[in-house]
């Protein structure tokens, strides 16, 4: 015999099952095939035949700042991703080096304003992502987890990412 720790057998019924077989009561199961409790039922009908309301989810809740953050650290993540693949990519099928698509760039003649501005554009995911990540890194050691912290950390890094992307753009 041995000891049912509730630690060790999470379900009620499992547990149940195995102390009443411990007590020496018998206990059968029934075998059933997977068709019989499938359902064809969809999850969405099942609630409209319920008369279980839609939940509004995203359409009642008010942006906050975390979300906000969140939501730009994955995109900004994916831009980074996708644009690494895609010069990757690019210099194994082109035909020409850097230094003719640098000379196409030239030839566009834009202002210095302009070329900055585009710079700023290609720039700001690296910025952003940098600074973000450095927040969550401090995450990671237990600090800045107060809710007033993780706002100040925020207003912070976006100000950091801001300056990082200037830095980057003047180059």
Same mark, same amino acid.
């Given at each position: 015999?041995?000891?049912? *720790?509730?630690?060790?057998? $999470?379900? &009620?019924? #499992? ?9 020496? $009561? ?9 068709? *019989? ?8 009908? =099942?609630?409209?035949? #319920?008369? !279980?309301?839609?939940? &509004? +989810?995203? %359409?009642?809740?008010? &942006?906050? #700042? %975390? ?5 730009? +650290? ?21 035909? /020409?080096?850097? *230094? +003719?698509?640098?000379?196409?760039? @030239? ?21 952003? +992502?940098?600074?973000?990540?450095? !927040? /969550? ?5 237990? !600090?800045?987890?107060?809710? =007033? @912290? ?9 100000? %950091? *990412? ?7 753009? #003047?180059?």
């Amino acid at each position: 015999r041995f000891a049912l *720790s509730s630690s060790l057998i $999470r379900s &009620p019924a #499992l547990r149940q099952g195995l102390q009443m077989a411990a007590a020496g $009561r018998q206990v059968s199961l029934k075998v059933v095939s997977v068709g *019989s409790t499938q359902k064809d039922e969809s999850f969405f009908a =099942k609630n409209e035949r #319920l008369g !279980r309301a839609m939940s &509004p +989810h995203l %359409t009642i809740y008010q &942006p906050q #700042l %975390t979300t906000i953050l969140s939501i730009m +650290h994955r995109g900004t993540g994916l831009a980074l991703g996708t644009g690494v693949w895609a010069l990757g990519l690019g210099a194994l099928i082109s035909s /020409h080096d850097i *230094s +003719h698509y640098v000379t196409m760039v @030239e030839g566009l003649q834009l202002s210095g304003a302009s070329l900055t501005a585009i710079k700023f554009v290609i720039a700001y995911p690296a910025g952003y +992502h940098t600074a973000n990540g450095i !927040r /969550h890194l401090l995450w990671d050691t237990g !600090r800045f987890l107060k809710i =007033k @912290e993780v706002y100040s950390t925020g207003y912070a890094m976006i100000a %950091t *990412s801001f300056v990082l992307t200037a830095i980057l753009a #003047l180059l």
